[in-house]
């Protein structure tokens, strides 16, 4: 909140290219020699998703403290994993980290791969939803509806207060139910009275748990100012805090408390603490390194020094170790028939992005639950010559319920993996006959799909990064939006 500010010490600060540099070479040596390393993570590493920070100097609460509008922000359902989370991932999986510890609510930790069991949301996630009484969870595709009070079965919309009795005994002033039964408390009978069920992932098993009459709802996972944090995270994340030789806090300012004891815990143990954020912080005396770095950057350290040598060549080349961090960028364009039918210029680095769509079944008229299944191809197709032969590795992310969920394109080669196991999904590739590159999938519902771009430096100068979204249609046949760099 606004009184969590300081306003006489949100000045950001930057380390110049050559320190940033060697600071990353510690911080790679460092993580080389950890027996059990942790990252801490903060709304620092989503600011180049689009999503504001809290108290940055444009941060959400800086803002309302200087009696400032909010600052602008896309809704989360439209944010892409950026850089740092796809790289968190890939370490992850590969074991360099073991176990990542997130104050963020906006799920790209999930959605760009993090498997659930190594990760601890300590302030909830806007796209889960969970039961209190016997832990059953649930990812969903859009952000978690609630707010609703109840009273036996009858439920009432847009009631912000806890009003509600259950509630009421374990928060203070929010009603976290939504209108969703727990599909293992409730009977065969109470199930169908709720909503259409999404797909489940991640769901916790309990032991002897047995289905009971009384109606029991999924709440929202969000904790609010106020709210003990969820018991199960919380006890994961300090039981890696006791593990820890390394712990790595990115885009951070460790104000905000129970949380900030998790890295507070490591360097009292006697752990190596570093910390990557802009602004200063109340551990930075603790720190054995301390970078003034955007996430971003030290995170393109990273993954050259761990992830890109343990991926498959591209065809083209391979990306050369810059000698300074990787930059970003990007420039989407809203999809439109006009957008698509532009073309470039032969030496600009530009895409067409979109999806082709069938409806392969109908939902049944006599069966109020059910959903139409759809058909669809994602495509990213170099508009030039030049395009293509830049193009060293395109990244796919789709929701977190395909499996694979992120699909690699090196050059015109396809490069898929599923939890560090090799894996082509028939229809996935560059297909030459079309010039581009397609990721075939089916499914009831659409989602924004990620696509991040490894390309060339012009003249062979340094590979840079851009991101984009494309958000799936299947209002028609085909659509697409042109996507050029910004170099």
């Known amino acids: ?18 320190s940033t540099m060697a600071k990353c070479a510690q911080l790679v040596d460092i993580l080389r020699s950890a027996r059990h390393a942790i990252l801490f993570t903060g709304a620092g590493i989503s600011t180049s998703a689009k999503i504001p920070d809290f108290r940055g ?13 909010g600052p602008e922000c896309i809704s989360l359902r439209q944010a892409v994993p950026t850089p740092c989370h796809r790289v968190i991932a890939a370490m992850v999986g590969r074991n360099i980290v073991q176990h990542v510890v997130s104050q963020n609510i906006d799920g790209l930790h999930r959605r760009s791969g993090v498997e659930r069991a190594r990760l601890s949301e300590l302030h909830g996630n806007c796209f889960l939803r969970v039961c209190w009484k016997c832990g059953y969870d649930e990812e969903t595709d859009a952000e978690v509806d609630s707010g609703l009070r109840h009273s036996d079965d009858v439920v009432h919309e847009g009631n912000r207060d806890s009003h509600c009795g259950q509630c009421r005994l374990k928060v203070p002033h929010f009603c976290h139910c939504t209108a969703r039964l727990c599909p293992r408390c409730n009977t065969e009978a109470a199930l169908l009275a709720s909503e259409q069920p999404l797909r489940a992932s991640g769901a916790r098993p309990r032991r002897g748990h047995q289905p009971t009459t009384a109606v029991v709802r999924m709440r929202d996972s969000i904790i609010h100012f ?8 919380l006890a ?3 039981r890696h805090a006791e593990l820890a030789d390394v712990c790595v806090v990115l885009g951070s300012s460790c104000t905000v ?4 004891e998790v890295p507070k815990r490591v360097a009292k143990r006697g752990g190596k603490l570093v910390i990557v954020n802009l602004q200063k912080t109340d551990l930075d005396a603790r720190a054995a390194l301390r970078l003034f770095a955007t996430s971003d950057d030290v995170a393109a350290f990273l993954d050259r020094a761990f992830v890109q040598p343990f991926d498959a060549p591209p065809t083209r ?6 000698n300074q961090p990787t930059m970003l960028g990007g420039t989407p364009f809203p999809p439109s028939a006009a957008a698509a039918s532009r073309r470039p210029e032969e030496s600009a680095l530009a895409f067409h992005v979109g999806n082709t769509h069938r409806l392969s079944k109908p939902a049944a008229e006599d069966e109020p639950n059910s959903a139409s299944w759809h058909e669809w191809e994602l495509f990213v197709k170099p508009c030039n010559a030049a395009s293509r032969e830049r193009v060293q590795q395109l990244t796919i992310t ?4 395909f499996n694979p969920s992120q699909v690699n394109f090196g050059g015109a080669s396809l490069i898929s993996w599923a939890d560090g196991v090799r894996a082509v999904v028939e229809g996935d590739g560059w297909r030459e006959s079309a010039g581009g590159y397609f990721v ?4 009831w519902g659409t989602f924004n799909v990620g696509v991040e771009l490894r390309y060339a430096g012009r003249d062979g100068g340094i590979p840079s990064v851009a991101t984009t979204a494309h958000q799936l249609d299947f209002s028609c046949p085909e659509t697409a939006q042109l996507w050029q760099v910004t170099e």
């Open 236 to 238: 994961e994340a300090f």
């Open 226 to 233: 106020g709210e003990n944090l969820p018991e199960h995270d």
């Open 1 to 18: 909140m606004a009184n969590t500010v300081d306003l006489d010490n949100i000045t950001e600060y930057r380390d110049d290219s050559a």
């Open 317 to 322: 080349g391979s990306l050369a170790l810059p």
């Open 57 to 69: 100097p444009n941060g959400v609460w800086t803002r309302q403290a200087q009696g400032k509008d």
């Open 440 to 443: 075939r999938r089916s499914g």
């Open 398 to 401: 789709l929701h977190p319920t």
């Open 257 to 260: 408390s129970p949380a900030n």
